[in-house]
């Protein structure tokens, strides 16, 4: 069983055959305090689960429909399995080899040979790839040449080629990028055939373009090797039907099969945003009939198959395995490399679509903070709009729970005006992590904390990084606070400076006395009197003050770092091992 970090008893409860109740009077037995709509840590989940003999994967959210996608592809692949399924299907050839060496030219030259065999003949629509018919055999060529679209999209685990054609000038010779090419397409295991192009010059030297490729491992067959060589110009339309023929009878050796009936699923060559046809992908087809009306997923993009055409611009109802063909109907662009799948259902599609969508969008943000509009500090902010210029907010935003995680999004969104854009970079339940601020750092963000707190290193990196961590514990204020900024009000700053930090080790009762923790000072000062919270994991468990401090048996005043200490807890005995001690104060901070 999946079940996802930062679950509630309402949501682990049933995942288990239980209700909410059993988790949270479960939790209770174990001395924590919960509501059925609290997050639950790692632990708590763990333990429930044990308790209920349950074997429990936790992951990511997110991470849950991925896997669920990963299963719809597995029983596919299974579903593949059965050999008599299995019919020929075209072989995927791409082309590559050194720049000006006649990939484009060669593309062109084949594909206007299929136009002209093809009676409809005429329109020739550039799809991404297309296909080419000879005896009663296909081929679909990608229409990408170079390496730099096949490594792309073996990158992301796309094995979309069955041959390279390797093109070299027979006057140039094998050049820097012929190597290259070459030895992308032995990594990819594909079998290769080399076009040597351009032998109409009159400096061609065919055989000397051979003896280089021998150097290098590709033996001719007129030597006794194994590597198809064809001699070609595309300029003067020579070979080229040779070249075809070889490349069928390569392709026939491959013996290259796949199931053509069923449920879809392929690689996404290209995709655009068509004015007028909105979002547009190129799919390559590797197994299943893809139909019209199919709910697909194609990476982040989902929607029903509004429309297919092929690559002589014809709408079609289906296409098949190794066929090219453009999709209309998704939501948004794709990216080249994608994976597709035909989804059991709308909502199925919607739901992996959605979650990888905000999946990519954390992880590009996080790995290329330029993929978003550089925000506007907050204390800056005012300043900006009233010069006529629009303003960006960029905001980390982190909570307790959920609920108060939407009803700030919400109430926020509401600020939104033409003149300031408020964008949520990152949105998530829990303590505010060096993660967080990293993040806010690169997209210039503001990180909000509504009863989560930072840990001590999230914060001395904020610091450095010159990040602001707001802290509320009341939603109006932090609606109030960012309304002001938003109109130049920006209220002073009151930044708790914490004092002390110190680490819960037991937790003991004392007769008369009451529950006491048993501490380890980290860092700074515990005073007695002051102002203190707990956090456990990050998140505020209870705000209070410090009633009665002690070392050893004496009450005393304060506790240095590096010393232990005993803290009386009046009011809230519900601390364990493991959880903070924060001592703060108020102060103000003085803008600059
Ligand atoms: P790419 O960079 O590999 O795609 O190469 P192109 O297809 O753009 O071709 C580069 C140049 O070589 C163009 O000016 C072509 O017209 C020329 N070219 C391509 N094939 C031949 C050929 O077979 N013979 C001759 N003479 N020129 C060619």
């Known amino acids: 069983m999946v079940i996802e970090r930062g679950s509630t008893a309402k949501d682990l409860g049933p995942k288990l055959n239980r209700s909410a109740a059993d988790v949270v009077r479960f939790l209770l037995q174990q001395g924590e305090m919960i509501t059925a709509t609290q997050t639950l840590s790692d632990d708590m989940i763990e333990l429930f ?121 027979a006057d140039d010779g094998v050049m820097p990028t012929t190597l290259e090419a070459l030895a992308h397409a032995r990594a990819a295991e594909v079998p290769i055939v080399v076009a040597i192009n351009k032998v109409d010059r009159d400096n061609a030297d065919p055989d000397r373009v051979r003896q280089q490729l021998a150097e290098h491992g590709l033996i001719p067959e007129q030597w006794g090797g194994d590597t198809v060589m064809v001699e070609i110009s595309a300029l003067q339309d020579l070979g080229i039907d040779d070249l075809i023929d070889n490349l069928l009878v390569v392709a026939e050796l491959e013996d290259l099969r796949a199931n053509p009936e069923g449920r879809a699923y392929g690689v996404v060559l290209e995709a655009k945003l068509d004015v007028g046809r909105g979002p547009v992908a190129t799919v390559l087809v590797q197994r299943g009939q893809l139909e019209v009306g199919d709910p697909m997923v194609a990476g982040p993009a989902w929607g029903r198959v509004r429309a297919l055409i092929d690559d002589k611009g014809e709408q079609v109802k289906q296409a098949g395995p190794g066929s090219p063909v453009q999709v209309l109907g998704l939501s948004e662009v794709a990216d080249a490399g994608d994976d597709f799948v035909v989804a059991p259902d709308d909502r199925t599609a919607r739901r992996v679509g959605e979650t990888r969508g905000q999946y990519a969008r954390i992880k590009s943000i996080a790995s290329d903070a330029s993929a978003i509009t550089t925000g506007v500090k907050l204390e800056d902010i005012f300043e900006q709009i009233q010069k006529g210029e629009a303003a960006t907010l960029n905001l980390v935003l982190k909570a307790d729970v959920n609920g108060s995680l ?47 707190r930072p840990d001590r290193k999230s914060r001395e990196l904020a610091e450095t990084e010159d990040v602001e961590i707001r802290t509320y514990e009341i939603i109006y204020q932090v609606i109030a606070d960012i309304g002001n900024a938003l109109v130049g009000l920006l209220a002073p700053e009151f930044e708790e400076v914490v004092t002390g930090e110190a680490e819960v080790r037991e937790v003991f009762r004392v007769p008369r006395v009451g529950a006491v923790a048993g501490c380890y000072v980290r860092s700074g000062v515990i005073t007695r009197n002051s102002p203190v919270r707990f956090l456990r994991e990050g998140t505020i468990i209870w705000k209070g003050t410090i009633n009665s401090l002690r070392r050893f048996k004496d009450d005393v005043r304060e506790v240095a770092a590096g010393f232990e200490c005993g803290v009386g807890l009046s009011d809230f005995q519900d601390l364990k091992p493991g959880d903070v001690i924060e001592t703060f104060q108020q102060r103000e901070i003085p803008r600059t």
């Open 49 to 169: 689960a044990a308790d209920v003999g349950a074997a429990i994967r936790l992951v990511d959210p997110g991470q849950e429909q991925e896997v669920g996608l990963q299963q719809l592809l597995d029983v596919l692949d299974e579903e593949d399995e059965n050999e008599a399924d299995l019919r020929p299907r075209p072989a995927v050839v791409t082309v590559m080899g050194h720049v000006d060496h006649g990939k484009t030219l060669l593309l062109d030259r084949i594909r206007s040979a299929s136009v002209a065999a093809d009676e409809a003949g005429g329109i020739t629509q550039h799809i991404g790839a297309y296909q080419v018919e000879k005896n009663g055999k296909r081929l679909t060529f990608i229409d990408t040449p170079g390496h730099e679209a096949f490594t792309a999209m073996r990158a992301r685990g796309a094995e979309a080629t069955d041959i390279v054609i390797l093109v070299v000038a």
């Open 406 to 452: 939407e009803a700030l999004t919400d109430s926020l969104r509401r600020l939104e005006r033409d003149e300031v854009k408020i964008v949520f970079v990152h949105r998530a339940v829990g303590g505010i992590t060096q993660y967080d601020v990293q993040l806010a750092s690169a997209t210039g963000a503001t990180i909000i904390g509504f009863n989560v």
